[in-house]
DNA sequence: AATGCGGGGGA
DNA sequence: TCCCCAGCATT
């Protein structure tokens, strides 16, 4: 039988019941996929939930403040994501008038669409015939062909979108894209795949080689930087303290942190307390220094490993306009903020 | 072509 | 530990 059919045939048996394969409405697919680059659909899944109940239509979202949409997406990571999110959405509300590109060609131009986005929305909201490769593409095809081009070089990319392309089902692409992934995300896992009631396995080239462990072929990428940061918690008299909003091109882009110094090393009181003493934001006046974890909150990135110290420091007067401690839970902050926050209960 | 960007979960 | 996840933008 065809790959498509036997596909698309394995998907009307074994898909799963989610939320956005219940409308084809292009708000709510373009909120999903966006929602679900690099992320499971297990962590996406409240997300997209949040997201429709706050925002039901691109014009709420266009019409919220960065840092709400901020604060909702708190904990999902990537947070450019979320950035590129509301102002393409600003782009469709106000310049568009709130009608959807409906073209993969159109849907490129947009913040934080690519290839895949674009084509996976062209598809399922517009029956365009453009096949999407993400991850579980990558690896079902590497698998069923014995492809052992590297996914992650440009000629890999090339190569598996002209093959999937050429897969497609030109009658039905919308159920051809969903299914290739349900079946790359349930049946043909990275690890531990499904062999024994796979309907590919009497065809499935890795599976006869014995090379299903070694596909799909990646190039390794580096390994994490170590870095060290000491979060500056102050308190004063009249229970204020201090968050900045990260700015710059780093990590966490416009986030809010507690002020922050990094160092070479890690450091002891001692040093760390001398370090402070010209702090601008300490102006000579007394202050007392607490070190809240003794042992460094080790926070994992995909680049980065943080080495992270909370010092609490008590003052009399903020020299600023600092906030309410009962409002720090209001502004979005990464997730290791996020959970000191929680754990230190102001 | 290479690098940066999060956080969670599986083995 | 290491790898992967309905990738994209920048350099």
Same mark, same amino acid.
């Given at each position: 039988?065809?790959?498509?059919?036997?596909?698309?045939?394995?998907?009307?048996?074994? $898909?799963?019941?989610?939320?956005?394969? $219940?409308?084809?409405?292009?708000?709510?697919?373009?909120?999903?996929?966006i929602?679900?680059?690099?992320?499971?659909?297990?962590?996406?899944?409240?997300?997209?939930?949040?997201?429709?109940?706050?925002y039901?239509?691109v014009?709420?979202l266009a019409n919220a403040n960065e840092s709400a949409v901020l604060?909702l997406w708190?904990?999902?990571?990537?947070y450019s994501r979320a950035r590129n999110l509301h102002a393409t959405a600003k782009h469709?509300a106000?310049?568009?008038?709130?009608?959807?590109?409906?073209?993969?060609?159109?849907?490129?131009?947009?913040k934080g669409?690519?290839?895949?986005?674009?084509?996976?929305?062209?598809?399922?909201?517009?029956?365009?015939?453009?096949?999407?490769?993400?991850?579980?593409?990558?690896?079902?095809?590497?698998?069923?062909?014995?492809?052992?081009?590297?996914?992650?070089?440009?000629?890999?990319?090339?190569?598996?979108?002209?093959?999937?392309?050429?897969? @497609?089902?030109?009658?039905?692409?919308?159920?051809?894209?969903?299914?290739?992934?349900?079946?790359?995300?349930?049946?043909?896992?990275?690890?531990?795949?499904?062999?024994?009631?796979?309907?590919?396995?009497?065809?499935?080239?890795?599976?006869?080689?014995?090379?299903?462990?070694?596909?799909?072929?990646?190039?390794?990428?580096?390994?994490?930087?170590?870095?060290?940061?000491?979060?500056?918690?102050? @308190?004063?008299?009249?229970?204020?303290?201090?968050?900045?909003?990260?700015?710059?091109?780093?990590?966490?882009?416009n986030?809010?942190?507690?002020?922050?110094?990094?160092?070479?090393?890690?450091?002891?009181? $001692?040093?760390?307390?001398?370090?402070? $003493?010209?702090?601008?934001?300490?102006?000579?006046?007394?202050?007392?220094?607490?070190?809240?974890?003794?042992?460094?909150?080790?926070?994992?990135?995909?680049?980065?490993?943080?080495?992270?110290?909370?010092?609490?420091?008590?003052?009399?007067?903020?020299?600023?306009?600092?906030?309410?401690?009962?409002?720090?839970?209001?502004?979005?902050?990464?997730?290791?903020?996020?959970?000191?926050?929680?754990?230190?209960?102001?």
């Open positions: 039988m065809k790959f498509s059919k036997t596909l698309i045939n394995w998907y009307s048996i074994n $898909k799963r019941d989610l939320p956005w394969r $219940k409308t084809t409405n292009p708000y709510y697919i373009w909120l999903s996929e929602i679900l680059q690099q992320t499971q659909v297990k962590q996406g899944l409240p997300y997209y939930d949040a997201f429709t109940a706050k039901p239509t014009f709420d604060k708190q904990g999902l990571g990537y469709i106000f310049d568009l008038g709130g009608k959807f590109p409906n073209t993969y060609k159109d849907l490129l131009k947009l669409v690519g290839d895949y986005t674009a084509s996976a929305i062209a598809s399922i909201c517009f029956n365009e015939v453009t096949a999407v490769v993400d991850g579980n593409v990558y690896r079902v095809l590497s698998r069923y062909f014995g492809i052992s081009t590297a996914i992650n070089s440009t000629p890999g990319a090339k190569e598996f979108k002209q093959l999937a392309q050429k897969l @497609i089902d030109t009658k039905q692409p919308a159920e051809f894209n969903q299914a290739i992934m349900e079946f790359g995300a349930t049946q043909c896992k990275p690890k531990n795949p499904d062999c024994d009631t796979c309907p590919f396995n009497s065809s499935c080239i890795a599976l006869s080689k014995n090379t299903i462990s070694e596909l799909p072929v990646k190039i390794k990428a580096a390994k994490a930087k170590k870095k060290h940061f000491n979060f500056l918690v102050f @308190i004063s008299e009249d229970e204020k303290t201090i968050i900045e909003q990260r700015q710059g091109k780093g990590i966490w882009q986030l809010y942190q507690f002020p922050l110094i990094e160092t070479e090393k890690a450091t002891n009181f $001692k040093s760390f307390k001398s370090l402070i $003493k010209d702090h601008e934001l300490l102006t000579n006046q007394d202050f007392e220094l607490l070190l809240y974890n003794k042992e460094a909150v080790v926070h994992k990135l995909s680049h980065q490993h943080l080495y992270t110290h909370f010092w609490i420091i008590k003052v009399d007067k903020l020299p600023i306009n600092g906030i309410n401690i009962e409002n720090v839970r209001d502004f979005p902050v990464p997730i290791l903020i996020g959970d000191f926050i929680e754990r230190f209960n102001f």
